[in-house]
């Protein structure tokens, strides 16, 4: 457990309307990552960072943007959601002091969009 | 394009009997092979990984065998518990890529008593 939270931990919201989730950690680790986990396809990343105000896409952002005002702070936000990004959202941080480089994840935000 | 291909899907072992799920990947620049156990309602977690100079690492009763000619690695648990029942993720990266994961699609276990 790298004292990574992520809130909400549950939210149902409707097709259009905005909606931010905030991944939080504790460790004052570099990276941050952003992920989605649908049935069938694994962990697809979303957007990524690393470092404040640093971020890049990854193989699914279309639909999403992130912003990284603080070390500890990673935003993930749907700008206007719509059905196909019901799913659930993982938050992942890196600590690349370590020799390992292990992602250590949050325990995600089920999101549903109606 | 899925770079890291996962197999089986599901899969189902009796307690006490050996679970083994295979990955195979294409991109040569992975350097680093990752395995995440993840039980319902929570996020993965790091189970063991490997890097490719060694062909196999074992901790305690999960074990990953790497063949780097044939670009394919696996997890072999060993004396399978009703407890190990999970998804497991493999998963690859490249040092040079900020530590970007390209996960499989993940093997549900399911040990039965």
């Known amino acids: 457990d790298a004292g990574i939270t992520q809130s909400p931990r549950h939210k149902v919201t409707e097709t259009g309307t905005p909606v931010t989730l905030r991944c939080h950690q504790t460790?004052?680790?570099?990276?941050m990552y952003w992920y989605r986990q649908d049935p069938g396809h694994g962990l697809r990343l979303i957007h990524y960072s690393y470092g404040v105000k640093d971020t890049d896409k990854g193989e699914v952002s279309d639909g999403y943007s992130v912003s990284r005002s603080k070390t500890e702070d990673f935003l993930l936000t749907l700008e206007s959601a719509t059905s196909s990004q019901t799913s659930v959202y993982f938050c992942?941080?890196?600590?690349?002091?370590?020799?390992?480089?292990?992602?250590?994840f949050g325990p995600g935000t089920r999101l549903t969009v109606l | 394009q899925q770079q890291v291909k996962q197999s089986p899907q599901s899969l189902i072992v009796q307690k006490g009997g050996i679970s083994i799920i295979n990955c195979a990947y294409e991109n040569t620049a992975f350097d680093y092979f990752p395995w995440y156990q993840q039980f319902p309602g929570k996020g993965p977690a790091l189970l063991i990984a490997?890097?490719?100079?060694?062909s196999e690492k074992k901790e305690g009763r999960f074990t990953i065998s790497f063949n780097k000619s044939a670009k394919q690695f696996s997890l072999h648990i060993m004396d399978s518990q009703p407890g190990d029942s999970a998804t497991y993720f493999c998963?690859?990266?490249?040092?040079?890529?900020?530590?970007?994961?390209?996960f499989g699609k993940g093997t549900l276990l399911t040990v039965n008593p």
């Open positions: 998963a690859a990266n490249s040092g040079g890529s900020n530590y970007k994961l390209t």
């Open positions: 460790e004052n680790h570099r990276y």
């Open positions: 490997i890097r490719p100079d060694v």
């Open positions: 992942a941080t890196v600590d690349d002091r370590s020799s390992y480089n292990e992602q250590f």
